[in-house]
Antibody, heavy 114, light 112 residues
Framework: QVTLKESGPGILQPSQTLSLTCTFS??????????VGWIRQPSGKGLEWLANIWWDDDKYYNPSLKNRLTISKDTSNNQAFLKITNVDTADTATYYC??????WGQGVMVTVSS | DVVLTQTPPTLSATIGQSVSISCRSS???????????LNWLLQRPGQSPQLLIY???NLESGVPNRFSGSGSETDFTLKISGVEAEDLGVYYCMQATHAPLTFGSGTKLEIK
């Protein structure tokens, strides 16, 4: 059974760096073909894909945020990470990690506020 | 970026009614490998999205067969044959053929 769970700071201030962790089980990011992605959803709005990382360490980013995003993984601990630099209120959202499109975490709410 | 246009934005249905949701793409979603990476997701209130249909018409394991998907290239449809109360929520199409991965704006299904 595949599970994913996100964790994050909950609240942070504008201009800070948001660090998110996805801890998963039921698969390995060292296995050929496996990947984990990050998607976010502002309250009451739609879904926006942010980034993906693959078993071979290939990384893909949404061009609209590319300069602010860094995705990474820790294969031995079954974790994936996302950092977003220089956050502002527009980054307030629920952040999901997922083995797209099939398996999704429960999401973590992040609020950017001064 | 590929734009996915979903219609209608909201849908109101009675139990047992059949409904359809359209998803139109700004580009063909047929990949060079021959697959078409158009998926349908349901997000129930307060929950994470759930995969219903993958690659246009393949029913995800555990999903009731009242859900079906069809289409090709740029025009796709999700059909629910006999809506049940548990089907309420927001339906999204998403494409993974072209980078970046994109989602439709969603169709909210309400039960009358």
């Amino acid at each position: 059974q595949v599970t994913l769970k996100e964790s994050g700071p909950g609240i942070l201030q504008p201009s800070q760096t948001l660090s998110l962790t996805c801890t998963f089980s039921g698969f390995s990011l060292s296995t050929y073909g496996m990947g984990v992605g990050w998607i976010r959803q502002p309250s009451g709005k739609g879904l926006e894909w942010l980034a993906n990382i693959w078993w071979d360490d290939d990384k893909y980013y949404n061009p609209s945020l590319k300069n602010r995003l860094t995705i990474s993984k820790d294969t031995s601990n079954n974790q994936a990470f996302l950092k977003i630099t220089n956050v502002d209120t527009a980054d307030t959202a629920t952040y999901y990690c997922a083995r797209i499109p099939r398996d999704w975490g429960q999401g973590v709410m992040v609020t950017v506020s001064s | 970026d590929v734009v996915l246009t979903q219609t209608p934005p909201t849908l109101s249905a009675t139990i047992g009614q059949s409904v359809s949701i359209s998803c139109r793409s700004s580009q063909s979603l047929l990949d060079s490998d021959g697959d078409t990476y158009l998926n349908w997701l349901l997000q129930r209130p307060g929950q994470s999205p759930q995969l219903l249909i993958y690659s246009v018409s393949n029913l995800e394991s555990g999903v009731p067969n009242r859900f079906s998907g069809s289409g090709s290239e740029t025009d796709f449809t999700l059909k629910i044959s006999g809506v049940e109360a548990e089907d309420l929520g927001v339906y999204y199409c998403m494409q993974a053929t072209h980078a970046p991965l994109t989602f439709g704006s969603g169709t909210k299904l309400e039960i009358k």
